[in-house]
């Protein structure tokens, strides 16, 4: 983006909209979302009959389609990724002292599950430029008792599954066999990875359908996905008080409403992400040649989504400068930016105290120059062209202040 062409855009102001640092995804609904759930709710209206009944034809149908959409045998609908990533882990019957292997660069969620069955959380390492599980720090931390492998799909770009699995075969558990790779998938639904969606690989994969997402069934709900029969059977039985399987079970369902309008996004999917991805590429080309930044990575056989817009500032930056860089972005040009994520023990005193001593040098050093800009599919030309030019300027503000 050339120096004339930036001080233009500037000097005519934000235009439009501020984009907080996450956007909520959930604004772009369409008629047909909308239809779809009024049809819902007027199918259900004779108490005698229908009502909104329990796993209703809306649900399976939604299942079918999730999980022909990921290549996967079965797909078991939920009320959000969070209580996914529990019933996966409930699935290991974890014994005292079993370690599951988490990437410390990450929301809280996949650990909080781990802990929540009084599981030992092992934090591994990120690769510096997709910010996913790097399999070598993985490999270093495996031991007798780990029990399964837990990558999170970064901001929408795809873990290395080949290469986890491959290690998953290669140590198995001495009781258990090959450990476990369960993928959080909540920010990347609709990611490729070398030929197949994100939800075809791994033995579950878990997907949010939260407001912010990249596809919403009304602001809450989520889906597994597997090949083994034999786990969705209990998925399903933890998901409606025990169901056909014989063990424990509660109430984690998504409702009809929600199943109709999720058929609707899921067909729209591929094209609302196109948008996303497209509106990142752009943004990729404007800000080519800020020498500082570092910008997003798509390796070779991956197709990111974006979810987040994920950049590097440099480390002589990291820390102070990197926060004044947000601070300037938010307070100068009105453009969100944010750190996502801070290694989780970092952001989470109780997930510190749960894995007191183990220390991550690459993450410390990564959450110190990390950092997001607001990215929607929805966001205007003119509205991309204003945070790129923005992002110019407030470089070259803290590289002047030395
Ligand atoms: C990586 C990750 N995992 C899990 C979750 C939890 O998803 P949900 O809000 O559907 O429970 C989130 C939500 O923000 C997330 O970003």
């Given at each position: 983006?050339?120096?004339?062409?930036?001080?233009?855009?500037?000097?005519?102001?934000?235009?439009?909209?501020?984009?907080?640092?996450e956007?909520?995804?959930?604004?772009?609904?369409?008629?047909?979302?909308?239809?779809?759930?009024?049809?819902?709710?007027?199918?259900?209206?004779?108490p005698?009959?229908?009502?909104?009944?329990?796993i209703?034809?809306?649900?399976?149908?939604?299942?079918?389609?999730?999980?022909?959409?990921?290549?996967?045998?079965?797909?078991?609908?939920?009320?959000?990724?969070?209580?996914?990533?529990?019933?996966?882990?409930?699935?290991?019957?974890?014994?005292?002292?079993?370690?599951?292997?988490?990437?410390?660069?990450?929301?809280?969620?996949?650990?909080?599950?781990?802990?929540?069955?009084?599981?030992?959380?092992?934090?591994?390492?990120?690769d510096?430029?997709?910010?996913?599980?790097?399999?070598?720090?993985?490999?270093?931390?495996?031991?007798?008792?780990?029990?399964?492998?837990?990558?999170?799909?970064?901001?929408?770009?795809?873990?290395?599954?080949?290469?986890?699995?491959?290690?998953?075969?290669?140590?198995?558990?001495?009781?258990?066999?090959?450990?476990?790779?369960?993928?959080?998938?909540?920010?990347?639904?609709?990611?490729?990875?070398?030929?197949?969606?994100?939800?075809?690989?791994?033995?579950?994969?878990?997907?949010?359908?939260?407001?912010?997402?990249?596809?919403?069934?009304?602001?809450?709900?989520?889906?597994?996905?597997?090949?083994?029969a034999?786990?969705?059977?209990?998925?399903?039985?933890?998901?409606?008080?025990?169901?056909?399987?014989?063990?424990?079970?509660?109430?984690?369902?998504?409702?009809?409403?929600?199943?109709?309008?999720?058929?609707?996004?899921?067909?729209?999917?591929?094209?609302?992400?196109?948008?996303?991805?497209?509106?990142?590429?752009?943004?990729?080309?404007?800000l080519?040649?800020?020498?500082?930044?570092?910008?997003?990575?798509?390796?070779?056989?991956?197709?990111?989504?974006?979810?987040?817009?994920?950049?590097?500032?440099?480390?002589?930056?990291?820390?102070?400068?990197?926060d004044?860089?947000?601070r300037?972005?938010?307070?100068?040009?009105?453009?969100?930016?944010?750190?996502?994520?801070?290694?989780?023990?970092?952001?989470?005193?109780?997930?510190?105290?749960?894995?007191?001593?183990?220390?991550?040098?690459?993450?410390?050093?990564?959450?110190?120059?990390?950092?997001?800009?607001?990215?929607?599919?929805?966001?205007?030309?003119?509205?991309?062209?204003?945070?790129?030019?923005?992002?110019?300027?407030?470089?070259?503000?803290?590289?002047?202040?030395?």
């Amino acid at each position: 983006m050339d120096e004339n062409r930036r001080k233009e855009i500037l000097s005519q102001g934000r235009p439009g909209r501020y984009w907080p640092a996450e956007p909520m995804l959930g604004g772009w609904y369409t008629e047909e979302e909308v239809e779809a759930a009024t049809k819902a709710i007027r199918d259900s209206m004779d108490p005698t009959t229908v009502g909104f009944g329990f796993i209703c034809p809306e649900i399976v149908d939604f299942e079918e389609a999730f999980a022909r959409y990921c290549g996967a045998g079965e797909a078991v609908s939920i009320n959000g990724a969070g209580t996914g990533l529990d019933m996966a882990i409930m699935c290991l019957d974890l014994e005292p002292g079993d370690e599951v292997i988490v990437p410390a660069i990450n929301f809280r969620a996949a650990a909080m599950a781990v802990v929540g069955q009084r599981g030992k959380v092992v934090w591994c390492e990120v690769d510096r430029r997709t910010f996913n599980m790097d399999p070598a720090d993985v490999e270093r931390r495996i031991t007798p008792r780990t029990r399964a492998i837990f990558p999170v799909h970064m901001n929408g770009l795809s873990a290395p599954m080949d290469e986890l699995l491959e290690l998953a075969e290669r140590h198995p558990h001495p009781k258990h066999g090959p450990l476990k790779v369960i993928g959080d998938a909540a920010r990347a639904g609709a990611g490729g990875y070398k030929g197949t969606k994100i939800g075809a690989k791994g033995w579950m994969t878990i997907f949010s359908f939260h407001t912010m997402k990249l596809m919403t069934t009304l602001g809450e709900g989520g889906a597994i996905t597997t090949d083994d029969a034999e786990a969705a059977r209990r998925l399903r039985g933890i998901r409606q008080f025990g169901g056909a399987h014989d063990g424990w079970g509660t109430n984690y369902k998504l409702t009809k409403v929600q199943a109709a309008v999720g058929l609707v996004q899921l067909r729209r999917l591929d094209d609302m992400t196109a948008q996303r991805v497209q509106a990142a590429e752009r943004r990729n080309r404007m800000l080519q040649g800020i020498p500082e930044l570092t910008l997003p990575y798509e390796p070779e056989g991956y197709e990111h989504t974006y979810y987040l817009y994920t950049m590097l500032v440099p480390r002589r930056w990291a820390g102070e400068k990197r926060d004044r860089l947000l601070r300037v972005m938010e307070e100068e040009y009105g453009v969100g930016c944010g750190v996502y994520n801070r290694p989780v023990y970092e952001d989470s005193g109780y997930l510190r105290r749960q894995t007191a001593g183990q220390k991550l040098p690459i993450s410390d050093e990564l959450s110190a120059r990390l950092f997001c800009m607001a990215l929607h599919p929805l966001m205007t030309g003119e509205e991309q062209e204003y945070m790129a030019a923005a992002l110019w300027a407030a470089v070259e503000r803290i590289r002047s202040e030395g």
